[in-house]
């Protein structure tokens, strides 16, 4: 099953993330994508797809860059459902991910190839975006050879009218849901608000 993994790693007695399995149905005309800012041990953010009845999943260290010139990291993890789509809040400490999650951008993606299932397979998958911040062509690229979990992708901005040397996890920091900061999602859901602080920019930085 898809979400084995996933369900494996949380306890749903504890974390308030959802177990999967009840969400909102597949979409014939969109494919939803979320990109959520994830202060954890480590600051990173989460860019998903919707496929296949689930959201595949690759967490980036740096999140993206809407600059060509700039590759990003981008390693997978386990599937997630759909309705992680929606989450905003904090994963108490001790538990996988332990920290507070912000939905830092979301909307609906379309494929730039005819065959997804394959282009996942060949490592290349090239789509456009379009989401609150971020648009226009992009592409996920396979660094390594085979399809082992952990092998490097690279998440890449395609020259386009939407491509910027902005610097935009710094210059749009606020949730697209609730336009709070990560300190403040932290704050209203009883999580490590100094921890959160530490990933949101200077107050000054607070566009959406």
Do not use: C
Request: glycine letters at 10%.
């Amino acid at each position: 099953m898809a979400l084995t993994k996933y369900q494996q790693k949380r306890d749903f007695k504890v974390t308030p993330e959802p177990k999967g399995g009840s969400g909102p149905k597949a979409s014939a005309k969109e494919l939803s994508f979320v990109v959520q800012k994830h202060q954890a041990s480590h600051l990173h953010y989460d860019f998903r797809l919707q496929w296949n009845g689930v959201l595949l999943s690759w967490a980036i260290p740096k999140g993206p860059s809407p600059d060509p010139s700039v590759k990003r990291l981008a390693m997978p993890v386990e599937d997630h459902p759909l309705e992680y789509g929606g989450f905003e809040g904090v994963i108490p400490e001790g538990q996988y991910g332990g920290g507070t999650v912000m939905v830092w951008d979301r909307g609906y993606w379309v494929p730039e190839v005819p065959d997804v299932d394959k282009a996942l397979r060949e490592g290349q998958l090239k789509f456009s975006l379009h989401g609150a911040k971020l648009r226009g062509s992009w592409a996920l690229v396979r660094t390594g050879i085979g399809g082992s979990p952990r092998t490097k992708w690279l998440l890449i901005k395609h020259r386009d009218d939407h491509a910027s040397s902005d610097d935009i996890t710094v210059a749009k920091p606020r949730s697209v849901i609730s336009k709070k900061l990560l300190a403040d999602i932290a704050k209203a859901n009883g999580g490590d608000i100094v921890k959160a602080a530490k990933a949101d920019p200077p107050r000054k930085a607070t566009r959406a």
